[in-house]
């Protein structure tokens, strides 16, 4: 043995998988993910998305079957997202708060089939129901009109509670969203439903694949609402304003290009801080490991572990329940 060698070794803590077992500072489990899911309307079976291959879009049948693999895999809860028929888009995205839209009808399903297993989410906004694909409705100038957008929510809020969804993913990037929903709520007897803040939810190339996961109609891009990736600081104050309006989690996204956000907001939340891996980071993923270019679920795993060590109690994750089937495996 050399005697210059400094007294310390890190390495001596690395030398088996029974010290790497007892020394990992973070650790997954199925509890702390939480499963996105398409559904439909009007599908006979389901479809496929292509630029997130193993992932598709639901029919209410092949949408049962997944809540209940999700369910045994003991994901932590789903985030629902309704895909209506083309001829249901309108620009106030009315399928959106109508009871019989795809969106509620789901819902309706998930909290009768799982809600007592699962906490199920409801994705809150109008892209997927405008004929315009934004995220809000237009002024007469074209540009997203804010306040008239918070009325929409308001609405969307009410027909979601009312189908049984536990937590509402406010994902539009609207001033004043949270505080807007949280008073409808309130004013219609429906406290208990909780609120998830997309707080700092960034204008990002990463949800190039959602656009064909969901059949968005978007033209143009959400640079006015959501935030330039170049900021930092914005992140933080983003959550800080979802907190004073009441938010019961916040999240941030997307995840793997934000872990710096994501440190910062949950190094002060005082409420659960929720990170989103979102289509384009799956898509990345994998396109690379379908090239045979890195090891696949190595490179899943890690991602879910850097996340949750950047500062994430939760992930929103398209591997929700396959990873969460090797961790119950113990391959993990
Ligand atoms: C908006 C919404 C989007 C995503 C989740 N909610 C799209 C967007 O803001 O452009 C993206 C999720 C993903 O890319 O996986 N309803």
Redesign the pocket.
């Known amino acids: 043995m050399r005697d210059d060698l400094p007294p310390v070794r890190p390495r001596r803590l690395r030398a088996t998988p029974a010290w790497r077992r007892l020394v990992a500072e973070t650790r997954l489990h199925p509890a702390e993910l939480v499963l996105?899911v398409f559904v439909r309307e009007g599908a006979s079976a389901p479809l496929p998305i292509s630029a997130m291959p193993g992932v598709v879009q639901h029919s209410l049948d092949s949408f049962r079957a997944a809540l209940h693999e999700a369910a045994e895999a003991g994901v932590g809860g789903v985030m629902l997202?309704g895909v209506p028929a083309e001829e249901r888009k309108d620009a106030a995205g009315s399928a959106a708060d109508d009871p019989d839209g795809i969106l509620n009808v789901a819902t309706r399903i998930a909290a009768a089939e799982v809600g007592d297993a699962l906490v199920v989410q409801t994705?809150l906004?109008l892209?997927?129901f405008t004929d315009h694909g934004h995220?809000g409705v237009l002024a007469a100038d074209g540009t997203v009109d804010n306040d008239a957008s918070l009325e929409r929510y308001r609405s969307i809020a009410l027909a979601q509670a009312e189908a049984g969804s536990s937590l509402l993913?406010l994902?539009?990037m609207m001033d004043g969203q949270v505080a807007a929903v949280r008073d409808a709520l309130d004013a219609a007897g429906c406290t208990d439903v909780a609120i998830l803040g997309?707080s700092a939810?960034y204008a990002s190339a990463?949800?190039g694949?959602?656009?064909e996961?969901?059949g968005s109609t978007l033209r143009g891009d959400?640079k006015t609402y959501?935030q330039d990736p170049a900021n930092r600081r914005e992140g933080l104050r983003e959550a800080d304003l979802d907190l004073a309006e009441g938010a019961d989690v916040v999240m941030v996204?997307p995840a793997t290009a934000y872990l710096d956000v994501l440190a910062d907001v949950a190094a002060t939340s005082p409420v659960p801080v929720w990170a989103?891996q979102?289509?384009?980071e799956?898509a990345m993923l994998e396109a690379a490991a379908a090239n045979g270019w890195i090891d696949r679920d190595r490179a899943v795993a890690e991602t879910l572990l850097s996340i949750r060590r950047a500062g994430a109690d939760a992930v929103l994750t398209?591997y929700a329940a396959e990873v969460a089937g090797w961790i119950r495996q113990g391959r993990l």
């Open positions: 996105p997202f994705d906004c892209d997927e995220c993913g994902s539009g997309y939810k990463f949800y694949p959602f656009r996961a969901v959400r959501q996204k989103y979102v289509s384009g799956y398209y």
